[in-house]
């Protein structure tokens, strides 16, 4: 039977794709609008003054509106006028960063274990007598008193000496910065060779951030290494493409009518960027309201619309 009444309350999927084989959901998303805007041209009444002797109107614009609610790379990436891509997990190891206390450093991947935090310099030999060292291209080394692993930096150009210099046994930040003669060279404390987790550094492994203790037992400025492993992530690189042209469909039901199929296709969309992207809103759940321009598909035979078609379940 024909239809002859349907008020609609739709429900349904949104799917987007380059063409209608292939085609991926957006997920879950509140919102689907069709929005007409229309060019009118009017003749006044001349004769009289009042009111309009003729009109003509016509379609101006068709858009499209959409709000997933779903922020999965895919959606992120159209919205934002970006690609996204997925990295497998792995390690890092000896990435390079700069130490600054009470400061924070953010490693190029979210950590998921964070593995050791090295001075720079951990590499660099031991101390040997009679070398020549400098300060001009500053020479490290690393020490070890007791339990304690220093990396100590020379500070005065020179000639160390035939007895190897007491480095210091305090493992405390008390140590950093102490200058230490060696013959004709003069050695600086700059950090423990290996830092430790809750004494030099916490790490905030969500952020991918660590942030160094006020009282961290490295100089300022001093670069270190830091190994870690990474869970599997996805990256959205925003603003680097323009907005791509896709197809749109509808995959729905009307609950009014009993769950009767709701179906729409959406020939030639350009959605424009994203109006809004919410990262923080304790009221709600993020949503990003999308608008797209339906343009004409010429391809199209006589008597199927150049822009959208709609089907409903009679």
């Not at 009111?51 to 999965?72: C, N, Q, V, Y």
């Not at 006028?81 to 490693?107: P, Q, W």
Request: proline fraction near 4%; glycine fraction near 10%; charged fraction near 15%.
């Amino acid at each position: 039977m024909p239809i002859t009444k349907n008020p609609l309350i739709g429900v349904g999927e949104v799917f987007i794709g380059p063409d209608f084989n292939t085609l991926t959901s957006i997920g879950n998303n509140s919102k689907l609008v069709v929005t007409l805007s229309e060019n009118v041209i009017s003749e006044p009444n001349h004769l009289t003054g009042i009111g309009t002797m003729d009109e003509f109107r016509e379609i101006e614009k068709a858009e499209i509106s959409i709000e997933p609610s779903d922020l999965k790379p895919s959606n992120l990436a159209l919205g934002l006028f970006g690609t996204a891509s997925s990295t497998a997990a792995g390690t890092v190891t000896n990435e390079a960063g700069s130490a600054i206390r009470g400061g924070t450093v953010s490693t190029a991947k979210s950590i998921k274990t964070l593995t050791t935090i090295t001075h720079a310099q951990f590499s660099s030999g031991g101390w040997v007598s009679g070398a020549s060292v400098s300060a001009t291209t500053p020479t490290y080394k690393k020490v070890v008193a007791g339990s304690n692993t220093w990396i100590v930096k020379c500070t005065q150009t020179g000639v160390t000496g035939g007895t190897e210099p007491t480095w210091p046994s305090d493992p405390s930040v008390l140590s950093i910065g102490l200058v230490i003669d060696d013959n004709t060279a003069k050695w600086t404390v700059m950090a423990m060779a290996t830092l430790t987790d809750g004494i030099d550094y916490s790490q905030d492994t969500a952020s991918g951030s660590i942030r160094f203790a006020p009282f961290a037992r490295i100089t300022n400025g001093e670069g270190v290494l830091i190994t870690y492993d990474y869970a599997e992530f996805a990256t959205i690189e925003a603003l680097t493409t323009s907005g791509a042209e896709v197809v749109v469909k509808f995959v729905g039901k009307n609950r009014v009518r009993a769950g009767k199929a709701v179906t729409a296709w959406f020939r030639r969309v350009r959605f424009g960027p994203a109006s809004e992207l919410s990262l923080i809103d304790k009221s709600a759940f993020a949503k990003m309201p999308l608008t797209g321009t339906l343009l004409a598909d010429t391809t199209q035979p006589d008597g199927v619309s150049q822009f959208f078609t709609m089907q409903m379940e009679a």
